[in-house]
């Protein structure tokens, strides 16, 4: 991989590093805020079938955000690999070949290869 392609890969990781953050930041205000739905300043609704559908949308924004913050965690991991060893971004971490352009231009964190993905996904041994 060149220079100019790590280059695009760490701005496009640092772009998604941005919105993922920015997306964090919404949730931990729809967190924190302790209006409920029907505008009182209680967290909680008075009425059983709001109080189901409060509990739904905090569960469905918690999945959300937890799956926002793993994201997170692989945009950083694989901005420290780019930046700690450069040369190195870029190769599959399991047998070592090159990930191809294509795959990290659409996934700039994936530390794998194809085949190696395949594999750790189905299960096979290697």
Do not use: W
């Not at 709001?50 to 509990?55: E, I, N």
Request: glycine share 8%; aromatic share 8%.
């Amino acid at each position: 991989m060149n220079k100019k392609q790590r280059e695009h890969l760490e701005k496009r990781l640092l772009k998604e590093r941005s919105r993922v953050t920015k997306e964090l930041g919404h949730y931990d205000e729809s967190f924190s805020n302790e209006e409920g739905s029907n505008g009182e300043l209680s967290a909680y609704s008075f009425h059983m079938a709001d109080q189901g559908t409060d509990a739904m949308e905090r569960e469905k924004a918690f999945l959300f955000a937890s799956k926002e913050g793993r994201l997170l965690y692989h945009i950083d991991e694989a901005l420290r690999r780019l930046y700690r060893t450069p040369t190195q971004f870029g190769k599959c971490e399991e047998c070592g070949a090159a990930i191809s352009f294509e795959r990290l231009d659409a996934l700039p964190h994936a530390r794998l290869c194809i085949k190696c993905k395949e594999k750790e996904e189905t299960g096979a041994a290697g």
